[in-house]
């Protein structure tokens, strides 16, 4: 699929569906290179404190609020309240990666649903090097998450905004 149609979708979920259409839509696309980008906790974890990649946690304010976010990890929420999508994503992302398309990220969020979406739209924008840490912050099919895996977090109490 070209970058166009992932555009595209992303544009067309902006004006309304739901985002079980969303999902339903992810489910049918073709899987993303890399071994599907999965990267566990604890490798994503290593390879973050090594300065190889760069932990970007995509959930929402309330949810960073409750559990902290992954020790060093930026922040850009890909869905606002309500399910809107974010559509300053890209953007923060960008910024997060000081312009840099080039630089590994790996993308996080509760369960591993949000953070495939967003590889595969930050993938439609040139990004190239993504991956998910699919587990997720609680834990998924792909492995018991972040916190039960007693990796470090910091307190986002007071976080708003990316």
Known sequence: MTANVYSTIWGWAVRGPSLVFLLALLAALPAHAEDNGLLSA??????????ALLIIDIRTESEWRETGIPEGAGRSSL???????NLDFVDEVTALTDGD?????????????RSAIAHL?????????????GEGMA?????PGWIARGLPVEDCGACTGS
């Open 42 to 51: 604890p490798d994503a974890w290593q390879q973050s404190g090594e300065g």
């Open 79 to 85: 869905f606002l309240a309500y399910g809107l999508p």
């Open 101 to 113: 398309r080039s630089r590994p990220i790996a993308l996080i969020c509760a369960a591993g649903v």
């Open 121 to 133: 739209l930050l993938e439609s924008e040139g990004f190239e090097h993504i991956y998910d840490i």
């Open 139 to 143: 834990g998924s099919g792909d492995g």
